[in-house]
């Protein structure tokens, strides 16, 4: 896709859309956010695909989603479609057995227990962006040498049934840096205790396989929405469980729409169909530069010319953003 020749190895960042409809406006900013960030330490781009919901993920999205990046002058160095690059494949449902690992090396440790409690169960595979509420696990299924109350030998028995894979989350706090937001402090016993690896349908969960993949494409930089802020401090968990090198995080501000929530497919004008055909890719680089706190007001750019005013110390650290002149694309 990209001419890659005398890239900076060191730097890889990437953009981990799911399949499940067309980007809006605040995908976009991450996309481009993400992009800016990885390409002003010259380094690569990955796009990868997140599909591990297979009811709701697409090939169509997929190819809307490229199309709609291409468009806006995104060229990915590695992923897509077309899995380019060394750490392939860079589609998540063809990654099972990497996850598979992932569990035996966890489950090897003995900080993972089966639960057949299914009501939460059914949430787990998606990411759990904070504006969609959380839910804290009761660790009804938590066996005694986790510290909980379910005899040994009846947790062992639930291996024999269909059953959901947890990680136990002992109490303390994960610290870690955001390169925009600063220092969190987050236990995780508290804010959503024991987590999901594997659902008892077989899915896998977003947290183990985001990790999983994350490490293994060599990402040292992952830049995303603020809502995924709670989420790294459950993957830095699982790096250090695994053994792999942290990266650096970056929440970035979430788009809102003008009633300050975040972007759904409801919001039509704001999904890439609507975008295009109001904007040219410039001028919707000058929407994204100027929300993201880049550009002082909204006038077209390009994404060179983004890439050299392009500073983390310039973005804007607000966690929502909204835009309320934005209630139809004219
Ligand atoms: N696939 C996730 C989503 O589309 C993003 C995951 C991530 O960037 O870590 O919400």
């Given at each position: 896709m990209c001419d890659t020749s005398g890239y900076n190895t060191q730097a890889i960042g990437r953009f981990a859309p799911s399949p499940t409809g067309r980007m809006h406006l605040g995908n976009i900013m991450t996309a481009v956010l993400s992009w800016l960030s990885v390409k002003s330490r010259g380094g690569r781009w990955i796009l990868r695909i997140e599909d591990l919901d297979p009811q709701r993920s697409r090939l169509e999205h997929v190819k809307l989603i490229e199309d709609d990046l291409l468009w806006l002058?995104?060229?990915?160095?590695e992923g897509g479609l077309d899995d380019l690059?060394?750490?392939?494949?860079?589609t998540q449902s063809r990654r099972y057995n990497y996850y598979e690992e992932a569990l035996r090396r966890l489950t090897s440790t003995g900080q993972t227990y089966p639960c057949t409690c299914t009501r939460a169960d059914l949430?787990?595979?998606?990411?759990?962006?904070q504006s969609d509420g959380r839910r804290v696990y009761t660790?009804?299924?938590?066996p005694l040498r986790l510290?909980?109350?379910?005899p040994d030998s009846e947790s062992e028995a639930r291996?024999?049934?269909?059953h959901t894979v947890r990680l136990y989350m002992p109490q303390g706090k994960i610290e870690f840096t955001d390169r925009l937001y600063g220092r969190q402090q987050v236990d995780l016993s508290k804010e959503c205790?024991?987590?999901?690896?594997?659902?008892?349908?077989?899915a896998w969960s977003y947290q183990l396989a985001v990790v999983v993949d994350d490490a293994m494409m060599g990402v040292t930089e992952v830049v995303r929405g603020h809502d995924l802020l709670l989420s790294a401090a459950q993957q830095i968990y699982l790096y250090r469980l695994l053994g792999y090198r942290e990266p650096e995080f970056a929440h970035v501000p979430l788009v809102c729409n003008s009633e300050g929530r975040r972007l759904s497919k409801r919001d039509a004008s704001l999904s890439m169909e609507s975008l295009r055909r109001a904007y040219t890719p410039e001028q919707l680089l000058g929407i994204v530069g100027s929300l993201a706190g880049l550009?002082?007001?909204?006038s077209p750019i390009t994404l060179t010319r983004l890439l050299e005013v392009f500073s983390w110390e310039r973005l804007?650290?607000?966690p929502i953003v909204t835009v309320p002149e934005y209630k139809g694309c004219k």
């Open positions: 002058g995104l060229e990915w160095d690059g060394p750490s392939g494949p860079y949430l787990a595979t998606q990411a759990p962006h660790g009804s299924c938590r510290g909980g109350y379910l291996q024999r049934v269909p205790g024991d987590f999901v690896l594997r659902r008892a349908d077989g550009c002082t007001d909204y804007r650290s607000v």
